[in-house]
């Protein structure tokens, strides 16, 4: 060691460098060792019946190397006071021989830690807890192990268990890899489980098709088909709750009324009665996936995009359960939000979680050409799927069109020069009639030329900044409910 000893470490013993300094006990230079001086030898073989070496300190101590304490902390033997001095020699006394490295160790660090905060000669040396290394003590004479212990060869002496010497052994430490390396791998083999999980909860098979989750799942016994939605702030009451015979009742009634009346404010809130009323009584089978595929159709019908949001966030959950529907269209519908709403991080995670049997429907196929047609820029083939939308693809699609357009008039403002036909444009931007094309320019202040009561064609050098500012309105996409 580089730190400097307050004992010799040369060829004295220990006790030898003592009778040099002086006794403990009287602080005399000229009184004898306190113990025998030995020259220790090179290994020290520790005898078999180790028992009886507790018997006298001397020989603890002739075996041990003398303490180690850094010179940086300014203390020597001199400065000890007499309570310290017994502290350390009835810690040798107390400890077994194979334990003396590891207490000349705590030793070290416990006179060092009380030298540099001052506390040498206020702590009670004599009140103070032996180091741990003392416990360490070899098996008392008539024990089992003590007799054992005497059967056993001085060349291979047999160590008490939990010993520090066990502890850092190397098959210790190679026992306590092997187990840290197995609880590392279970724990990750654990997390990947959970994330490669599927959620797959069975369909609800009970009374009246309910399945009774635990005993808290309410089940409704109000008989009225029509009800306001309220939004819950406390326990639902079972009476005020409709159970699923009288819902499937109330969807019937809808059905008839929005083709009757088309009052969507009355019909959205009834369809948000039903759902609620579905959930808290947990139903989930074939007649929620109804529910919620027509309230999203009708949403779509009348561009509510916020609650059209909120029906196929549950459907999608509903689909990944097993229940039947019409899961293709909706996945189909779900691609085409993403695109309205540039969710790119979506669009993608969607495309890598398609199956090919999903690529082959017809409605995935026409939405999947669709994001091509926007990432390309393609503004033809947009407009081309634009008019042949299958289903209610046409309703969303309704909604990012204007802004396909702004973009599509971009390209022509600078691939068509110096004028270009409103038929022409009309045409390629799929509007109804040239009336809705120049009403679609009159609101970006895209002005018309004309001859006489009849509007040909528009400057397109002119018409360009006017595309190009129109295009901030499509910044921000905000909707109520989205994901």
């Known amino acids: 060691m580089s730190n400097m000893s307050i004992f010799d470490s040369g060829d004295k013993s220990w006790s030898g460098h003592v009778a040099q300094e002086g006794s403990w006990r009287t602080g005399s230079t000229d009184r004898l060792p306190a113990y025998t001086s030995v020259q220790p030898p090179k290994k020290a073989k520790i005898p078999a019946a180790a028992s009886n070496i507790s018997k006298t ?157 635990d005993a808290d ?72 996936v109804e529910v919620y595929e027509l309230h999203a159709r009708i949403a779509l019908e009348t561009n509510d995009l916020g609650e059209y949001n909120q029906c196929q966030t549950q459907l999608k959950q ?14 189909a519908y779900r691609i085409l939000y993403f695109l309205y709403t540039r969710n790119k991080a979506d669009i993608i995670a969607a495309l890598a979680a ?44 309704d909604n990012f069109a204007d802004r396909e357009r702004c973009l599509a008039l971009q390209k022509m403002c600078k691939a068509f020069r110096p004028k270009l036909k409103l038929a022409t444009i009309a045409s390629e931007l799929a509007f109804e009639d040239i009336e809705a094309c120049v009403k679609f320019l009159t609101n970006l202040n895209i002005a018309t030329t004309s001859e006489g009561e009849h509007l040909e064609a528009i400057d397109m050098k002119t018409a360009y900044p006017h595309a190009v500012a129109a295009m901030q309105k499509y910044n921000v996409v905000d909707i109520k409910g989205q994901i």
Not at 179 to 186: G, I, S
Not at 266 to 283: A, E
Not at 318 to 331: K, P, V
Not at 357 to 365: G, I, L, S, T, Y
């Open 318 to 331: 509903l689909y990944s359960m097993g229940l039947s529907g019409h899961s293709m269209e909706f996945l």
């Open 57 to 213: 300190a001397a020989s603890k101590i002739q075996k041990t190397k003398p303490i180690q304490i850094s010179k940086s902390k300014g203390t020597s033997e001199r400065d000890w006071p007499e309570s310290l001095k017994d502290f350390v020699e009835r810690s040798f006394k107390q400890c077994s021989p194979r334990a003396v490295p590891f207490l000349e160790k705590q030793l070290q660090q416990i006179i060092a830690s009380a030298t540099s905060n001052k506390k040498l000669y206020t702590i009670d040396w004599n009140t103070r807890p032996l180091p741990k290394a003392c416990s360490m003590t070899v098996n008392p004479p008539g024990s089992k192990a003590a007799h054992a212990a005497k059967k056993t060869p001085a060349s291979a002496p047999v160590l008490p268990k939990n010993t520090f010497e066990d502890f850092d052994s190397v098959e210790r430490k190679e026992r306590r890899l092997r187990r840290f390396q197995q609880e590392a791998e279970a724990e990750a083999a654990k997390k990947r489980a959970s994330e490669n999980a599927t959620l797959k909860i069975s369909p609800t098979h009970h009374i009246n098709d309910v399945h009774d989750w």
């Open 354 to 397: 398609m199956t090919p049997e999903e690529r082959q429907d017809p409605a995935v196929q026409h939405a999947l050409s669709v994001r091509k047609a926007v990432a390309t820029g393609d503004y033809h083939s947009f407009f081309k799927l634009y008019i042949a939308a299958p289903n209610m693809a046409g309703y969303l699609m």
């Open 217 to 288: 799942t309410i089940v409704g016994t109000c008989s009225r088909l029509e009800k306001s939605y309220l939004r819950l702030t406390s326990a639902p009451d079972p009476s005020q709750v409709r159970p699923l015979p009288v819902l499937r009742q109330t969807l019937e009634l809808l059905k008839r009324k929005w083709i009757r009346e088309s009052n969507y404010a009355y019909i959205c809130d009834q369809f948000k009665s039903m759902r609620q009323d579905l959930t808290v009584q947990r139903i989930t089978n074939n007649f929620t």
